[in-house]
């Protein structure tokens, strides 16, 4: 069978049940959306679908950082730091617009979050621990750049259910060139210590590694650099929020396309994939599960189910446009959040869909990323309402993973399959 094999399809779909199942009728279901999703359990189905249909708060606790990252989007103006009366007034109203028979997601974001201290985080869970009297769900997550992350804050973190990711640019001199504190130093041996003594403690935590031009020949050490860590991640390109700098090197849309193949190949044809690496992961049970959006972007409307907010109470769409005057939704300290969201710059939002954006709803791939971005249209063209900048990455890539799933399928349809039975 092909190298991946059994082991590596029950990391893309999470059951070694589904790759049976897929075996036989999956290499032509691929190519059917509506005919993968049939072959999904119930249950499965259930639980992805109850999940996606949550919103997602990306919440600023903080604007300060005690890093100095060559390419940070987060650049605010001055310090602020958010209160517990506006942190309670979040929780309240945008659980209670969420209803309650799905997830809520709170995402705690900064600046660097941890900076707030626990005794934000213990009220903001007194809050939403009072309202799940009430049938309401709430799931936290946190992105940390992993320098502070010490005992207590590891033990605070595993034992409330956060996710937590953190930030590791690969490899050592590519990192330490990029990610130094304000005091000029280097950084990864402490976040990658950090990190790895978090996942020896039970805490559920990877990595976003940032992608720039120069790293485009280093995609397999670094997947082989975390491989060998044992951490998952997930490769994201550089975005300029303020113009591009002399320190940041974006990459064009064929160089990404570039990445994303080299990076899928390297995690398919291993042997022995003992990490979770997205986009590949998020894209192949996409696929197999018809279509499905499993990240933010790949949603029909990723402004209907994220929403941002900053120290003061600020609302918008997505963390990446926070501070943006011209997509400033309102403030909840000032009025509901349900009004807010219903309000016309919202509803303006929402017109951004896969069928509005040419050429997107001719596409082949609109079922996968639904028009991509709205951040990356707005910061390499200025305008939220054309496709995704690295929308003819996303086609070449999703054509190869395609091609390169349906082989694997049909390989495995002509394999023996074990009956389970001992002699």
């Known amino acids: 069978m092909h190298a991946m094999g059994r082991r590596g399809f029950q990391l893309v779909v999470e059951e070694r049940d589904r790759v049976a199942e897929l075996a036989s009728p999956g290499a032509e279901a691929v190519a059917q959306p509506a005919r993968a999703r049939e072959l999904v ?7 992805l679908q109850r999940a996606i249909g949550a919103m997602s708060g990306i919440v600023e606790v ?35 617009y969420s209803g309650r028979d799905v997830e809520t997601k709170f995402i705690w974001h900064g600046g660097e979050p941890l900076l707030a201290g ?14 799940a009297r009430d049938g309401y769900c709430a799931r936290n997550s946190l992105q940390t750049n992993g320098t502070l992350l010490t005992d207590r804050w590891i033990e605070f973190l595993r034992d409330n259910g956060f996710g937590v990711g953190s930030s590791v640019d690969g490899l050592r001199e590519i990192h330490d060139s990029r990610r130094r504190d304000r005091n000029a130093q ?3 041996d402490t976040v990658v210590g950090n990190v790895l003594r978090a996942r020896e403690r039970g805490l559920l935590i990877g990595v976003i590694c940032v992608i720039q031009r120069d790293m485009i020949q280093e995609v397999e050490r670094i997947y082989e650099s975390f491989k060998g860590l044992g951490i998952p991640f997930t490769m994201s390109p550089v975005t300029p929020n303020h113009g591009p ?3 940041m090197q974006p990459l064009t849309p064929e160089e990404y396309a570039e990445v994303l193949i080299r990076l899928f190949d390297v995690w398919f044809d ?25 990240y933010c972007s790949a949603d029909d409307s990723c402004f209907s189910k994220f929403v941002s907010f900053l120290p003061d109470g600020s609302v918008y769409p997505c963390n990446r446009f926070a501070g943006e005057p011209r997509f400033k939704l309102g403030n909840i ?46 910061a390499f063209h200025g305008d939220i309402y054309r496709p995704d900048y690295y929308c003819r990455a996303f086609f070449k890539a999703f054509s190869h993973y395609r091609g390169r799933l349906i082989g694997a399928l049909r390989a495995a349809s002509q394999e023996p399959r074990s009956t389970g039975e001992t002699s």
């Open 270 to 294: 291993d042997p022995d994939p003992t990490i979770t690496v997205n986009p590949p992961h998020s894209v192949l049970q996409g696929i197999l599960y018809g279509g499905l959006p499993l």
């Open 245 to 247: 700098s002399a320190e």
């Open 62 to 96: 903080v604007t300060t950082c005690n890093l100095a990252c060559t390419y940070c989007f987060a650049q605010r103006p001055s310090p602020a730091r958010m209160s517990t009366d506006v942190a309670s007034r979040i929780v309240e109203d945008l659980l209670r």
């Open 333 to 378: 300290t000032r009025e509901p959040l349900e009004v807010i969201l219903q309000g016309e710059p919202r509803r303006a939002l929402l017109a951004r869909t896969k069928e509005t954006l040419d050429p997107c709803s001719s596409c082949d791939s609109n079922k996968m990323c639904r028009g991509g971005c709205a951040h990356h249209a707005y």
């Open 186 to 188: 280097p950084t990864y």
């Open 41 to 47: 359990p119930a249950a499965v189905l259930h639980t």
């Open 118 to 131: 626990i005794p934000f985080y213990e009220h903001v869970l007194r809050t939403q621990r009072a309202l």
